[in-house]
Nanobody
Framework: QVHVTESGGGSVQPGGSLRLSCAAS????????MGWYRQAPGKERELVST???????DYADSVKGRFTISRLDAKNTVYLQMNSLEPEDTAVYYC??????????????WGQGTLVTVSS
């Protein structure tokens, strides 16, 4: 079984910064991708940013130039540095981890979510 734990959410004023962290633990043979999604009130969950095993990254257009994703493979951890935050970034942020528990057993797990509130 794989567990995903997020931290780092909170409240910040517009223009401020926050750093989210996500760590995966448990029966992990290999991780092929980690990423962040968010869900604002009344809206569907959307992709924010992902990083694959080779280090390739992807960002939603709305966060390009403001958010940076990074990954620490040795600790199965991914970070999301969020700068120049806007009220529209207010949402619950979820970490997603995809990988293998063995040579043949694939997994995809979500964290419990961490709330980010951007307000003056």
């Amino acid at each position: 079984q794989v567990h995903v734990t997020e931290s780092g959410g909170g409240s910040v004023q517009p223009g401020g910064s926050l750093r989210l962290s996500c760590a995966a633990s448990g029966s992990i043979y290999a991780i092929i991708g980690m990423g962040w999604y968010r869900q604002a009130p009344g809206k569907e969950r959307e992709l924010v940013s992902t990083v694959n095993r080779g280090g390739g990254t992807d960002y939603a257009d709305s966060v390009k130039g403001r958010f940076t994703i990074s990954r620490l493979d040795a600790k199965n951890t991914v970070y999301l540095q969020m700068n120049s935050l806007e009220p529209e970034d207010t949402a619950v942020y979820y970490c997603n981890v995809k990988g293998y528990s063995s040579l043949t057993q694939h997994f995809e797990e979500w964290g419990q979510g961490t709330l980010v509130t951007v307000s003056s």
